[in-house]
């Protein structure tokens, strides 16, 4: 290597110290992985690339001196906006595959397209949950997303919340699959509890609304509408033993006349609640 090469180097390393040095302590976590890349990128300098550094930013790495834009690999830091980004670069922008270290300790880590996340990716958060599956237009769209309790959540996701279809699996042994709509269960599901009962039918915001089956433990089963999450309207309780009692419910209890039948379908009692 030349000398100019060298003074050239030793140029760009003391830049890059002082830009680090100012927002490093943001990044203590990843200080070593983020050095290492700028580290590796200083062994394969060549004079097609460009070092460019303002106030606020820098950036060294591949540059296309036609379009004087970045193109290729590179490491870019922004004061500013507190982010640092190694990867691949195409016109300027974030493109292809790159690692985004964030301010608030947040890391990246996937594919880009014109400076967003897109397509398959990990999203590793401060406070120890991860996202990994594919992005569109820096949202979340599909793939598990693993919570700090451990839950895990696996399915559709729109404007980075759960909706349209996916299974829920609770630290507790429980789980939900069916429809999300704005990170709550709505539409058609079936939630299977750490007791042993299971639900089978509609949710809104969360709660059983609607038509629904409640099996329980004993094998004791109700067939029927449900309200905020309490047996309302028309229904069947079927016992174990094979009776049924038909009539109408109102906030989890029986309301009005109910028909008693044994297990041959035979009224055994009319009784008035």
Known sequence: MKKNDIDE?????????QFFNKIKNNFSKYENEIQNFF????KNYSQNWCLNEIDYYFYYGNYNNKKFKKTGKGIYLNIDNSFIYTGEFKDDDMDGEGICYYKNGDKYEGKW???????????FFKSGEKFVGTWENDEMLEGEYIFKNNDVYK???KNNKKDGKGIYIYNSG???????KEDKKHGKGTMNYNNGSIY???WKENKKDGYGTYIYKNKDKYEGY???????GFGKFFYNNGNVDVGNYENNRRKGNFS????KNNITNEILY
């Open 226 to 232: 449900w309200k905020n999450d309490e047996m309302s």
């Open 200 to 202: 089978i039918g509609y």
């Open 155 to 157: 399915g559709e996701f």
């Open 9 to 17: 180097l030793h140029k760009i390393e003391k830049i890059w110290f």
């Open 174 to 180: 429980s789980s939900y699959d069916g429809e999300w």
């Open 260 to 263: 008693c039948y044994d297990k």
């Open 113 to 123: 397209k014109k400076n967003k996340k897109n397509d398959e990716g990990k999203l």
């Open 39 to 42: 580290d590796n990128l200083l």
